[in-house]
């Protein structure tokens, strides 16, 4: 719909919703209409993008949202497969164009739509799960460097992997060495992508799904030195340092702490916890790769946060590589928070 100023200036063009607190999600600035294919070519340009990117998997990010400037639309690619969400209102009415538009040139086999997340609540919309093209079965096989996943595009968190990290595993690479800790490891992504390089693995996450995957994927990459445990990393740290254990690399990976500005203050407390125990189970010239993917949290908070953690630790450590999500998962300059994911690599020092 056309937007206008308090005195008829025209604004732009918006996809509009009549029950979130973001009423106006602008698609075009200017007083010009936008094009009635303006979806399927911004589609195409989404996709001409990820295939200048040449990325090493067959697993990514097409649609970002608003940095594809298709605000509230994600698709992501598994091989043969795409994932659709539609988060507002408008992006829900327009999933049969939405669909055309994939079918036509992404050539899936099949689409189906993770329409599950809880923020579809606040549009007004129901949360389920459709095929809106083709077929699309329970497990997926898909490749993310040397590594080979198993994936439910159905019942998976987010689409089914967290495909935001992957540049951060390449990084991650460079470092890893000896004993490794992955901790918050979902279906393993750091700890599969980095045991090549390490002599043992220890992933742990709480959810007993992803431990049972972790186990499938090790075993179907022929990697028989990752162990994976469910449990919760909080009581797990604190167990390892009671035990003495130690590790030379160390992935820290949680969920966002902060999903809304209020648990800000509870998400530090805990974003210091885990770093502070980290840090001690690390060895000097230990690596560890820290993560945030709140987005109310800034990186400017997280480095704070974790320098805090060294001084409690009474460790002395090195900024090695700041970093953010993939390059499929753009960051648009004028909007902060979609700098969501802050990647940090340090060094232990002493
Ligand atoms: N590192 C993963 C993604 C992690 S997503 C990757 O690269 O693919 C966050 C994970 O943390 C989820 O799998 C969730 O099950 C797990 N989790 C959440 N709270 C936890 C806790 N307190 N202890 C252990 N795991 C937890």
Redesign the pocket.
Known sequence: MQVASERGRPIGHALFSDESQITLRMVAFGPAVPPPDFIERRIAAAIAYRQSLALDATAYRLVHGEADRLPSLIVDRYGDYLVVQALSQGTDRRLPEITAALAKLARPAGILARNDPRVRLLEGLEQRVDVLYGDVPERLEVREGAVGYRVDPWKG?KTG??LD?RE??EAALRYARGRLL??????????LALAPRCDSVLA????AD?VARIRENAAANGLRHVEARE??????LRELERTGARFDTI?L???AFAKNKAAVPKAMSGYKEINLRALKLLEPGGFLVT?S?SYNVSEEMFLDVVSDAAADAAAEVSLVEKRAQGRDHPILIKVPETHYLKCLILRKLA
Do not use: K, T, W
């Open positions: 968190q992997l967290f990290q951060n595993r992955d901790a918050f490891s979902y279906h393993g992504g750091f700890a742990v996450d709480i959810s992803a449990m919760n990393v909080f009581d797990e992935v990976d949680p969920p993560c993917c």
